[in-house]
T-cell receptor, first 116, second 113 residues
Framework: DAGVIQSPRHEVTEMGQEVTLRCKPISGHDYLFWYRQTMMRGLELLIYFNNNVPIDDSGMPEDRFSAKMPNASFSTLKIQPSEPRDSAVYFC??????????????FGQGTRLTVV | AQSVTQLDSQVPVFEEAPVELRCNYSSSVSVYLFWYVQYPNQGLQLLLKYLSGSTLVESINGFEAEFNKSQTSFHLRKPSVHISDTAEYFCAVTPRGFQKLVFGTGTRLLVSP
């Protein structure tokens, strides 16, 4: 397996624009997570899904952020409108907890977002 | 809820010296514990994990960590570090059987010649 795949790796956008980050989890994993990493706040869990259903979105900073998982192999994190304080590295991770099989979270390479 | 404390934000050390990165956690339920490593401009990679069984767990590159339930700690150690170990190390916890990782703030290990 190629691991968790995120795109794009880098994104530079202007304030006010819509930004969409994409993630393809490891095949067979039933959990998907979105994290944000900044110098000030470290690694924050934004939202996670189980079997494509959002379970906990309490970490989503505000209504400008939304996440979807239309199927088991794809998820998006959207910011609309974007602001400079959204600049960060966004990580997607996936894991499995099906029956007696439990795996740790595997992380993608991240998307470095810069909002100017 | 769970929380993780990594008191050392940065640990400088000379090559071939021993190192210990400290991690303490808080939880009212049993937990799984992890150490992840992040190299510059990379994602997080699992270094080692404690799920159950032996409280001493080891990685393939010489790191080890010991789960101490009474002290709620999971410190990471290596007897002799290499330049290539320079990275940021994150301790994480999740309730046993669950999948909601909570991370510490990270410790930057700086290995110099």
């Amino acid at each position: 397996d190629a691991g968790v795949i995120q795109s794009p790796r880098h994104e530079v956008t202007e304030m006010g624009q819509e930004v969409t980050l994409r993630c393809k989890p490891i095949s067979g994993h039933d959990y998907l997570f979105w994290y944000r990493q900044t110098m000030m706040r470290g690694l924050e869990l934004l939202i996670y899904f189980n079997n494509n259903v959002p379970i906990d979105d309490s970490g989503m900073p505000e209504d400008r952020f939304s996440a979807k998982m239309p199927n088991a192999s794809f998820s998006t994190l959207k910011i609309q409108p974007s602001e400079p304080r959204d600049s960060a590295v966004y990580f997607c991770a996936s894991s499995s907890s099906t029956g007696r099989i439990w795996t740790e979270a595997f992380f993608g390479q991240g998307t470095r977002l810069t909002v100017v | 809820a769970q929380s993780v404390t990594q008191l050392d934000s940065q640990v400088p050390v000379f090559e071939e010296a021993p190192v210990e990165l400290r991690c303490n956690y808080s939880s009212s339920v049993s937990v799984y514990l992890f150490w992840y490593v992040q190299y510059p401009n990379q994602g997080l990679q699992l270094l080692l994990k404690y799920l159950s069984g032996s409280t001493l767990v080891e990685s393939i590159n010489g790191f080890e960590a010991e789960f101490n339930k009474s002290q709620t700690s999971f410190h990471l150690r290596k007897p002799s570090v290499h330049i290539s170990d320079t990275a940021e190390y994150f301790c994480a916890v999740t309730p046993r059987g669950f999948q909601k990782l909570v991370f510490g703030t990270g410790t930057r290990l700086l290995v110099s010649p």
